[in-house]
C-alpha cells in the first residue's frame, strides 16, 4: 500500500507551475477507502513528529491549516504531498508548492512537489512514505536521524551555498542556471551569452591566476611590488633555515605551506627555535615548500572583493574554549562541537574544533595536553585562526578595500577572498602596522552569507553583475513552437529565416537535432535533453525548439522562459493514455506551457482561428501576434483596430498588418504544389512562421527567403500512376487526419478515396475510435494496421499483428493490399505512424514507378 508507482522529473516549466518539480504517481491501494481522520492515532504522531507542519497554510490559507485538513480527514497522497515538501524544508532549503490530484483509475494520485534538486526529492518523497506507513502502524520512527542522513544526501546531490547563492541572483534577474555536472559547475545564460561559475569561480578567473595565488612567496613579491603591505618573509629549504629565516627576520614568526590553503598547516606566534622547527615539519607535510614570514598582530579579517571592488567584510576570532574545572581539553573539544552552528555541511557557519598536530602544539605551549584539566574559567587556545563570523563590512575603511582590490587585481583574480591582519579594520593599514596575509581564489561566500553578528551580504548579487553588466540578460532569442500538427515544419522555417539573417541557428525538432549546417542528431528530437544541447551550446546565436506535449507532460521544458511561443493549433496529442491525460485541457496546458514563460519583452505567435488557442492570449506576459489566413478571424481583426500586430492573406498574398497599416510579405505562387491551391494547412504553417519572424524583428527578405524553404519541408509525398494518386503523410492523430481530409476531398472532388493507416501502439481507446469515425465516414475503403487488443472500429478491414508476422510486414501488406484494391482513378491515403512506416510506404510507390509530385 501507499505505492510510489513513477516518479517524473520535470526539469522546467510544465503543466503544474514554471520551474522545477516532482511529479509522483501514488497508489493508496486499499488506504484509499481511509482518510487521515480514520487512521486511529496517526494525526497525533504526525503532528508530534512533525510539529513543524502547522505553518502549512494549505487550502485553508491560515496558519495550521493543514493541520485541520488532517482533523477534518484528507487523504493520504495530500498527506505525503506535505510531508515531502517538509523534509525537504528541514534538510536543506525551504520549498513550498505542491499538488495532489486524483488521476482516471480509482486509488492513484499525482502528488507534485517543489524541489531543488530532484535526487534529493525522491529521497523526501521515499522517506516521506516511510514516515507515513509508520505513523499508520504505530511503528517507531527516527525523526532526527533521518533528517541526518537526508542532510547528508542534500550535501551530496544538491549545490553548495556559494553556488546557490550566486544562482538565485541571477534568476532574480531572469538569467537563466543550468547545472553542468553532478558538482557546482553551473551555466548562467544560453547560448553564445552564456558564462559559467564553479562556486565563487568565474568564467573570467585565470587558471594563471589560481596558480599564483596558490603559490605564497610569489604572491608576496608580486603585490608588494605595487606598494600594498603584505610580511617580510622568504621560503625556506630546511629546519635550520626556518630559524635562519625567524631569526632575520625577528621573532615571534609565521611558518606555513607556501602552496596550502584554507589554514591548513600554518603556525602562528612562534617564539622559540624548538616550535619554529616542529612547524616547518608540519607545513612540510602540507605543500611542496615552507615559507617564514613576520607574525602581524591584531585580528584576522576577510575581505571579499568582486571585479574593482570589495563588496563584504568578516571578522573572526581565535579558536578557544573555556575550561570547567571538571572537564579535558578534549572533552571541551567534543562538546564545544554539539553546538549546531558547527558541522561539516557547507552551509554551517562554524566548522568543527579539531586537535591536529598545531592545536597539539600550541597545548604543549600553554603548559596543557588534550587530557589534562585546566581550571575553571581558563581560556584554552585550539587554533590561532577561527572562523569569520561578524559581518564588518560598513566599518571596512576605504583605504584597505582600495588595498584589497589592488592585490586581487596584481595577482590577477577577478574574485578573491583577501586576508588581512589588523587591530582595527575601520582604520588604515599604514596606520596600525596591518598586513594582508594572503590572496585566495574561489573563497567561500558562507561567512558573508550567513555571519553570525551583523546583516547578511549580497555578494552572490554582485558576482552576477560582475559577469553580467546592466543590460546583459545572458540570453539569446529562444523560439518554441507548439500545437498539435505543424510544428515541426514551422520550427523549421523559423530556423531557415534565422539563417537567411546570417545568424548560426541550433535548431531541434521531430526531424533532429543541428547547429547551423551541422546536424548532431537524426531522428525525434523534441526531447528536453536535445533542447539542452542547445542551450549549453557556446556558438549558436538562435534558438529554435519544437516542443511536444508528450514531453512537456513527462520532463517539462527544458529552458525557463523564452522569447517567442508560437502555437499552431489544438486538437489531441499524441501517446496520452500512458500519462492519465484524459482532458483536452491538460493537452491545452502542455501546449500552452511555453507561452506561460514568455519573457515580459517577447510574444506569442497564435492561431486566431482556433478559438482555444487565441484565447491563450491572456495567459502572456509579452505582447501577441496573431496569425489566420482570414483577417476577420476571431480577435484578429479587434487586435489590429488596437494596434496589434498580425500576419494574415490577402489576394493571395501573406500580409503583416500593424494597426490600419498592411506591408506586402510573401506571395503564395512562389510555391509549387502539385495540388489545386496550398492546402489551408500548409498556408497555416507559413503564417505561423512569419509571425514569428515578425516578433523576431528579422527583416523581411530573412521571412521571405526562409519561407521558400518550405518548397523543401516537411515528410508529405504525393505520387502518381496515370489518373491514380497516393498520398502519404503521418497522419498521427484525429485533427491532423481531419485537416489531410479536408485537403483531398477538396482538391480531388469526386474520387473514390482508400486508406491504409497504422495505429500507433499508444492510441487511447478513444483517439482510436475518433479516427475510425473519420476514415469510415471519409473513405470508401480503410485498413488499419493495429496491435493485438486494440479496440474494434466498426466498418473496417483490419491486419492485426501476430508472432508470425511483425509489424513492418504487416504494414507493408496492407500497403500492397489498399494498392491492389484500388481502381485507376482512385486518391489512396497512406497514414504511417512512424519515419519508419514512411520510408517503408515512399519504398512501395517507387518500386511500383510511380511518379513522385511532392
Known amino acids: 500500500m ?64 493543514f493541520f485541520s485538513r488532517l482533523r477534518e480527514g484528507t487523504w493520504l497522497g495530500h498527506v505525503l504531498e506535505h510531508v515531502t515538501l517538509e523534509l525537504q524544508t528541514l534538510a536543506h532549503l525551504p520549498v513550498g508548492y505542491g499538488r495532489t490530484r486524483e488521476t482516471s483509475e480509482r486509488g492513484v494520485y499525482r502528488v507534485v512537489v517543489e524541489c531543488l534538486e530532484h535526487g534529493f526529492g525522491e529521497a523526501c518523497l521515499r522517506k516521506g512514505r516511510e514516515l507515513l506507513l509508520a505513523a499508520i502502524e504505530n511503528m517507531p520512527f527516527d525523526v532526527p536521524g533521518e533528517l541526518r542522513r537526508l542532510r547528508e544526501v542534500a550535501d551530496r546531490r544538491c549545490l553548495g551555498p556559494s553556488t546557490q547563492a550566486i544562482v538565485t541572483a541571477a534568476k532574480a534577474r531572469l538569467i537563466p542556471a543550468l547545472r553542468v555536472s553532478p558538482g557546482n559547475l553551473v551555466q548562467l545564460g544560453y547560448g553564445k551569452a552564456q558564462r559559467r561559475i564553479w562556486a565563487a569561480e568565474t568564467a573570467k578567473t585565470s587558471a594563471l591566476a589560481e596558480s599564483i595565488a596558490q603559490d605564497k612567496e ?10 600594498v603591505p603584505m610580511p617580510a618573509g622568504r621560503k625556506v629549504a630546511s629546519r635550520r633555515d626556518a630559524w635562519a629565516a625567524a631569526e632575520d627576520l625577528g621573532l615571534p614568526v609565521v611558518v606555513k605551506p607556501q602552496d596550502a590553503n584554507h589554514g591548513r598547516g600554518v603556525s602562528i606566534r612562534l617564539e622559540g627555535r624548538a616550535a619554529v622547527e616542529a612547524a616547518f615539519d608540519i607545513a612540510a607535510r602540507e605543500g611542496s615548500g615552507v615559507v617564514v614570514e613576520r607574525f602581524v598582530s591584531g585580528t584576522q579579517h576577510r575581505v571579499l572583493v568582486v571585479g574593482r571592488e570589495a563588496v563584504a567584510a568578516s571578522g573572526g576570532e581565535a579558536e578557544q574554549v573555556v575550561a570547567d574545572g571538571a572537564s579535558t581539553v578534549e572533552e571541551l573539544v567534543a562538546r564545544a562541537n554539539q553546538d549546531p552552528r558547527r558541522g561539516e555541511e557547507s552551509e554551517a557557519p562554524l566548522t568543527p574544533l579539531v586537535l591536529d598536530e598545531i592545536s597539539l602544539e600550541l597545548l604543549r605551549r600553554q603548559g596543557l595536553e588534550k587530557i589534562s584539566v585546566p581550571a575553571a574559567g581558563r581560556t584554552v587556545l585550539i587554533h590561532h585562526n577561527g572562523d569569520f563570523t561578524v559581518d564588518e563590512t560598513e566599518r571596512l575603511h576605504p583605504e584597505i578595500a582600495a588595498s584589497c582590490v589592488m592585490a586581487a587585481q596584481t595577482v590577477g583574480l577577478d574574485v578573491a577572498g583577501i586576508d588581512l591582519i589588523a587591530e582595527d579594520i575601520g582604520r588604515p593599514l599604514e596606520a596600525q602596522n596591518g598586513a594582508i596575509i594572503e590572496v585566495n581564489a574561489s573563497p567561500g561566500l558562507v561567512m558573508h552569507l550567513k555571519p553570525l553578528v551583523g546583516k547578511p551580504r549580497p555578494v552572490g548579487e554582485a558576482i552576477v553583475n560582475h559577469l553580467f553588466p546592466a543590460g546583459e540578460s ?25 539563417s537567411a539573417a546570417s545568424r548560426q541557428v541550433g535548431l531541434a525538432t ?40 508528450i514531453g512537456v507532460l513527462r520532463e517539462g521544458l527544458a529552458f525557463d522562459r523564452c522569447q517567442v511561443s ?84 490577402a489576394n493571395e498574398t501573406i500580409v503583416v498588418g500593424h494597426g490600419t497599416q498592411v506591408q506586402r510579405l510573401f506571395e503564395l505562387a512562389n510555391l509549387r504544389s502539385p495540388l489545386p491551391g496550398l492546402p489551408q494547412l500548409v498556408v497555416e504553417n507559413l503564417l505561423a512562421a512569419a509571425g514569428a519572424g515578425l516578433a523576431l524583428g528579422l527583416p523581411p527578405g530573412a521571412i521571405r527567403q526562409g519561407l521558400l524553404e518550405a518548397q523543401a519541408l516537411g515528410g508529405d ?5 496515370g489518373d491514380r494518386n497516393v498520398l502519404v503523410t503521418q497522419a498521427r492523430n484525429p485533427s491532423a487526419l481531419a485537416a489531410w481530409l479536408s485537403v483531398i476531398v477538396s482538391a480531388f472532388p469526386g474520387r473514390r478515396l482508400r486508406a491504409a493507416v497504422e495505429v500507433p501502439s499508444d492510441w487511447r481507446p478513444d483517439d482510436a475510435s475518433e479516427m475510425g469515425r473519420l476514415l469510415a465516414d471519409g473513405f ?75
Open 566 to 649: 508560437v502555437i499552431t493549433n489544438l486538437g489531441w496529442g499524441d501517446h496520452m493514455g500512458e500519462l492519465f491525460v484524459d482532458s483536452r485541457e491538460m493537452v491545452a496546458k502542455a501546449i500552452r506551457a511555453p507561452l506561460d514563460v514568455v519573457l515580459p519583452d517577447g510574444h506569442a505567435v497564435l492561431n486566431a482561428a482556433e478559438p482555444d488557442v487565441a484565447a491563450m492570449a491572456g495567459k502572456c506576459k509579452g505582447g501577441i501576434v496573431y496569425f489566420a489566413p482570414d483577417p476577420r478571424a476571431g480577435p484578429l481583426g479587434e487586435h489590429l483596430a488596437a494596434g496589434g500586430r498580425a500576419v494574415f492573406v
Open 780 to 854: 470508401e475503403t480503410a485498413i488499419l494496421v493495429a496491435a493485438p487488443g486494440d479496440p474494434t472500429i466498426e466498418n473496417l478491414f483490419r491486419i492485426v499483428r501476430h508472432p508470425a508476422l511483425a509489424r513492418e510486414a504487416a504494414w507493408a501488406c496492407a500497403i500492397d493490399r489498399i494498392m491492389g484494391e484500388a481502381g485507376s482513378s482512385d486518391l489512396i491515403f497512406v497514414g504511417p505512424s512512424t519515419r519508419a512506416g514512411s520510408a517503408q510506404a515512399n519504398e512501395h510507390c517507387k518500386k511500383r514507378n510511380m511518379v513522385r509530385l511532392s
Open 717 to 721: 509525398r504525393l505520387y502518381a500512376a
Open 2 to 65: 501507499l505505492e510510489i508507482r513513477k516518479a517524473l522529473s520535470l526539469v522546467g516549466p510544465n503543466v503544474w507551475a514554471n520551474y522545477p518539480l516532482l511529479e509522483a504517481w501514488v497508489d493508496l491501494g486499499p488506504l484509499d477507502a481511509k482518510p487521515s481522520n480514520s487512521l486511529p492515532g496517526f494525526n497525533g504522531r504526525l503532528m508530534a513528529w512533525l510539529p513543524s507542519l502547522v505553518e502549512h497554510r494549505c487550502s485553508e490559507g491560515v496558519r495550521g491549516g
Open 510 to 549: 521531430s526531424d533532429g537535432l543541428r547547429v547551423g549546417q551541422r546536424r548532431l542528431a537524426s531522428g525525434d528530437r523534441t526531447d528536453a535533453a536535445s533542447a539542452r544541447r542547445l542551450l549549453v551550446n557556446p556558438f549558436v546565436d538562435d534558438i529554435v525548439v519544437e516542443t511536444s506535449e
Open 218 to 227: 610569489l604572491t608576496r613579491q608580486l603585490v608588494t611590488s605595487v606598494g
Open 474 to 498: 545572458g540570453r539569446v532569442p529562444l523560439v518554441a513552437v507548439s500545437g498539435t500538427n505543424g510544428k515541426s515544419t514551422v520550427a523549421s522555417l523559423v530556423g531557415a529565416m534565422l
